[in-house]
């Protein structure tokens, strides 16, 4: 890892309780904790000063900024700069930044410049100040196009976990593990109700971000008939502990979503590490890895969510490349990259 640049980092990041590095490793927010989190670890193994998050001290002075994910209000009174505050704070630090001559570079996850609505204002309104986008997969690359002719680096999510040895389960119960936020949860209860009829496991564990029982109690209602279904809050530790018991990953989603088509493969990959065998669907950032996984609704899909145990050679060779390329440490190497190259 390139080491002791004369850079300073910033970052400008919604939705903090505290300027504090600490809650930005520990949150549930994958978006957060593992593009920015992962960042600025690689920053200080890397001995590069990165001032605390939203850098408010009048010493903070920093030539680079990275921006996350742009969110106006969290409408809870609970985080940093809520009230309708943020808009203006963050447009003052990228005025002062580019009268400086500073390079602000967007964590560019979703296409704000053409999204409708006031975080799609927001971002047409800075655009002209953007050096650079971080995008997460060659796919978002593809959607920015049209919107941004500018500089691009593609950096996905790194996998958290510890790698789990694929094996030693047996399939007295057939449990089906699905963890994600509470955005891609649509898409599992639409599946419970449909195409899960197909290979039903006798258990599903549904891990979140929040707890959304009734939709949960109302999808279950259509779903096959004597599946337990267990809901529980998405954490680290309770998706390792959930993986050790369960017999393969399930991750239905829709290609052709535009909120969905540009995502990085961090779900995919996770559940590899874990040891499990997954059953997707064919997202654009998943298809590299197309000999790792299968595509829901077809008849390979099918066969591994009904004999998920013969899958253990496929899954080792995804850990090697997984353990050469998206480890915490290879993304937060592709992250200091980026800041030694401005």
């Known amino acids: 890892?390139?080491?002791?640049?004369?850079k300073n980092v910033g970052w400008l990041v919604s939705n903090v309780r505290t300027n504090d590095f600490e809650e930005l490793f520990n949150t549930e927010l994958a978006s957060?904790?593992?593009?920015?989190?992962v960042c600025i670890s690689g920053c200080q193994k890397a001995k590069i000063n990165v001032y605390p998050l939203n850098f408010r001290e009048a010493h903070h002075n920093?030539?680079?900024?990275?921006?996350a994910k742009y969110v106006p209000d969290s409408n809870t009174g609970q985080y940093l700069d809520d009230s309708g505050k943020r808009r203006a704070f963050w447009l003052e630090k990228i005025k002062l930044l580019h009268r400086k001559k500073g390079k602000l570079i967007l964590d560019y996850t979703d296409n704000h410049f053409v999204n409708p609505g006031i975080v799609g204002d927001f971002y047409r309104k800075i655009k002209p100040r953007v050096h650079a986008l971080i995008l997460p997969s060659d796919r978002m690359g593809v959607n920015v196009a049209d919107s941004w002719k500018g500089k691009t680096y593609i950096i996905p999510e790194p996998v958290e976990v510890d790698f789990i040895k694929p094996g030693n389960r047996q399939l007295k119960e057939s449990?089906?593990?699905?963890?994600?936020?509470?955005?891609?949860?649509?898409?599992?209860l639409d599946f419970m109700m449909s195409g899960l009829h197909k290979a039903p496991p006798r258990h599903l564990i549904i891990l979140v971000n929040n707890h959304p029982e009734e939709a949960v109690k109302e999808a279950?209602?259509?779903?096959?008939?004597?599946?337990?279904?267990?809901?529980?809050?998405?954490?680290?530790?309770?998706?390792?502990?959930?993986?050790?018991i369960s017999h393969y990953v399930l991750i239905p989603s829709n290609k052709n979503d535009p909120r969905k088509s540009g995502v990085s493969p961090g779900r995919l990959l996770t559940g590899l590490a874990l040891g499990l065998p997954v059953v997707a669907s064919p997202l654009d950032s998943y298809m590299p890895f197309k000999d790792f996984f299968s595509i829901i609704g077809t008849d390979e899909g099918i066969a591994t969510m009904k004999n998920p145990l013969v899958h253990n050679d496929k899954i080792l060779k995804a850990q090697e490349l997984i353990k050469q390329k998206y480890?915490?440490?290879?993304?937060?190497?592709?992250?200091?990259r980026v800041v030694c190259d401005q």
Do not use: C
């Open 62 to 67: 920093p030539d680079l900024v990275f921006m």
């Open 32 to 37: 957060s904790r593992m593009r920015a989190g």
């Open 175 to 188: 449990t089906a593990l699905w963890f994600g936020h509470i955005t891609n949860l649509g898409w599992l």
């Open 1 to 6: 890892m390139v080491e002791n640049t004369k």
């Open 220 to 244: 279950a209602k259509k779903a096959p008939k004597g599946m337990k279904i267990s809901l529980a809050k998405w954490t680290v530790e309770t998706m390792v502990h959930a993986a050790k």
């Open 327 to 336: 480890t915490v440490e290879a993304i937060e190497s592709e992250w200091v």
